[in-house]
C-alpha cells in the first residue's frame, strides 16, 4: 500500500526513479532477510551441541533485524548509482581544456574584502592594593 501511494504520488518523470528505489529497498529487504537466516543458522549450528531452547518468536526477532537494514543498503545503492555524476562528466569532458581545479569555486558575487590587522593583545591587569571603585 505504502508503495502504492509512492508510485502514485510521484510525477510522470519521476516514476521511473521511484520504482528503481523501491525496486532496490525490496531486494535489500530480502537480502537482509537472506543474510539473517544464514547467519542464525550459522549461530545454531555453531552451538548445536547446547541445549538451547529459544521460542521461534526470537528466532524470528532475530532474522526480522536483518532486513530493514538491507533495506537501507539497497536504498543507499540506487542512490548512489543515481547520483554518480563522473560518468556524466567524463562525456563532456574536452580533453584541451584544462580542468581549472586549482581555482576556488563559490556561489557569491560579493567582492574580496581583505581583513584588518589583528589588534593587539590587552594588557594583563595591574595588581593593586587599593579597592575598585564601583
Known sequence: MLFKMILEGAREEERGIARGFLKHIVAGFAGGLALGGVLVAGIFLMFSGLDLDVP?????AMLLQFGPIGGLIGAGVYLSRITDRSREED???DEDEDDGDDEPRGGTRAPAIKARPARRAPRPPRSSPLPVPA
Open 91 to 93: 562525456i563532456h569532458k
Open 56 to 60: 521461534l518468536v526470537f528466532v524470528a
